[in-house]
T-cell receptor, first 114, second 111 residues
């Protein structure tokens, strides 16, 4: 049972480089989310999607872009990486949003920007 | 004032102890309350879910919501070393709203 799969699991970038994190879910969930987790800051929502072809901004969207071309995939892009984007990134999916929908998380992608 | 406040700990207890983890929140409109558990270098996973006020029990775990005080708690009885993890509270104001997470409390249960 794959659930939510994130690739890559680790990445080191130089300032100004670009990269894309891929999230794939095999549970046919409508909702998908990208969070970042930093020490002392908890989980913060970057962007989310309520269905194929739709995206919306979360709490900390600046410096990131997302796309949901296929229902099972949610991509997070960094166009010009900055050291402040060093973090652990988690993707999650849910059959519903809000309190009645359990979030299923991937194992995280650790990004370091030098 | 942040919407959800959670003491980050760390909290260290001996095996068998009763653990109490807590969060406070500011908006009385919140109705859905969850606890997620996150092991080191893993993603969070849902542990308990409650709607509105009251208690909910699942084995050694009890989730409690006091809406009058805007206070939510997770109790772990007979704590085990395998309970060592970070516990995050999460709340939502409505069925179609995004979850708001606390910062998490890191718990260590010593054998």
């Amino acid at each position: 049972n794959a659930g939510v799969t994130q690739t890559p699991k680790f990445r080191v970038l130089k300032t100004g480089q670009s990269m894309t994190l891929l999230c794939a879910q095999d549970m046919n969930h409508e909702y998908m989310y990208w969070y970042r987790q930093d020490p002392g800051m908890g989980l913060r929502l970057i962007h989310y999607s309520v269905g194929e072809g739709t995206t919306a901004k979360g709490e900390v969207p600046d410096g990131y872009n997302v796309s949901r071309l296929k229902k099972q995939n949610f991509l997070l892009g960094l166009e010009s990486a900055a050291p402040s984007q060093t973090s652990v990134y988690f993707c999650a999916s849910s059959p519903r949003t809000g309190g009645t929908g359990e979030l299923f998380f991937g194992e995280g992608s650790r990004l370091t920007v030098l | 004032q942040k919407e959800v406040e959670q003491d980050p700990g760390p909290l260290s207890v001996p095996e068998g102890a009763i653990v109490s983890l807590n969060c406070t929140y500011s908006n009385s409109a919140f109705q859905y309350f969850m606890w997620y558990r996150q092991y080191s270098r893993k993603g969070p996973e849902l542990l308990m879910y409650t709607y509105s006020s009251g208690n909910k029990e699942d084995g050694r775990f009890t989730a409690q919501v006091d809406k009058s005080s805007k206070y939510i708690s997770l109790f772990i009885r007979d704590s085990q070393p395998s309970d060592s993890a970070t516990y995050l509270c999460a709340i939502s104001g409505r069925s179609q709203g995004n979850l708001i997470f606390g910062k998490g409390t890191k718990l260590s249960v010593k054998p």
